[in-house]
């Protein structure tokens, strides 16, 4: 069957909603909110379209509600080992963030003077290495991935710990 306002099948608003109910993480709000705003201008808003989207925004702001309540412990979930081996070089190698807050087992009070003797070491003249372009630098890839967007800076700059 087709659709009287757009010719395409009835079920093509279904799978739209299929292809973005992987509400993995808050980047895909603005668009779950352009889909319906678009179904509501061309009238074809369906029950059972009107009903995924609500519980797909239920599920995020839900998630978004039980994350803020959680511990900091608990929601912390870019953490990962400051001293990793380098399996190809065989080389102790630190990774260091400037977003580091906090090293697991310490206290924010605790973790701050080593994580800023680590970051004074790492940032050394030997050890940091600058590049100069030659040829022009495009930036025409800004904000073409959702990882771009504003909105996942402040998600990430919340979200990983040392």
Same mark, same amino acid.
């Given at each position: 069957?087709?659709?009287?306002?757009?010719?395409?099948?009835? +079920?093509?608003?279904?799978?739209?909603?299929?292809?973005?109910?992987?509400?993995?993480?808050?980047?895909?709000?603005?668009?779950?909110?352009? #889909?319906?705003?678009? $179904?509501?201008?061309?009238?074809?808003?369906?029950?059972? #379209?009107?009903?995924?989207?609500?519980?797909?925004?239920?599920? *995020?702001?839900?998630?978004?509600? *039980?994350? !803020?309540?959680?511990? $900091?412990?608990?929601?912390?979930?870019? !953490?990962?080992?400051?001293?990793?081996?380098? %399996?190809?070089?065989?080389?102790? +190698?630190?990774?260091?963030?400037? +977003?580091? =807050?906090?090293? &697991?087992?310490?206290? %924010?009070?605790?973790? %701050?003077?080593?994580?800023?003797?680590?970051?004074?070491?790492?940032?050394?003249? %030997?050890? *940091?290495? /600058?590049?100069?372009?030659?040829?022009?630098?495009?930036? &025409?890839? *800004?904000?073409? =991935?959702?990882? &771009?967007?504003?909105?996942?800076?402040?998600?990430?700059?919340? /979200?990983?710990?040392?």
């Amino acid at each position: 069957m087709q659709s009287r306002y757009l010719g395409a099948p009835d +079920n093509w608003l279904i799978r739209l909603v299929v292809a973005v109910s992987d509400l993995d993480d808050l980047r895909r709000i603005p668009y779950l909110m352009g #889909v319906g705003l678009i $179904a509501r201008i061309l009238g074809i808003w369906v029950d059972l #379209v009107d009903i995924s989207l609500l519980l797909m925004f239920c599920f *995020v702001l839900g998630r978004i509600l *039980v994350l !803020c309540w959680l511990p $900091a412990a608990a929601r912390a979930r870019g !953490c990962h080992q400051l001293a990793q081996l380098h %399996k190809p070089s065989n080389r102790m +190698n630190l990774y260091m963030g400037s +977003n580091a =807050y906090r090293i &697991d087992g310490r206290s %924010k009070a605790d973790s %701050k003077p080593v994580i800023e003797a680590l970051m004074r070491h790492a940032s050394q003249d %030997k050890y *940091v290495l /600058t590049v100069d372009w030659q040829n022009g630098w495009r930036h &025409d890839y *800004v904000g073409q =991935y959702l990882r &771009d967007a504003p909105i996942m800076w402040w998600l990430i700059s919340r /979200t990983v710990c040392a």
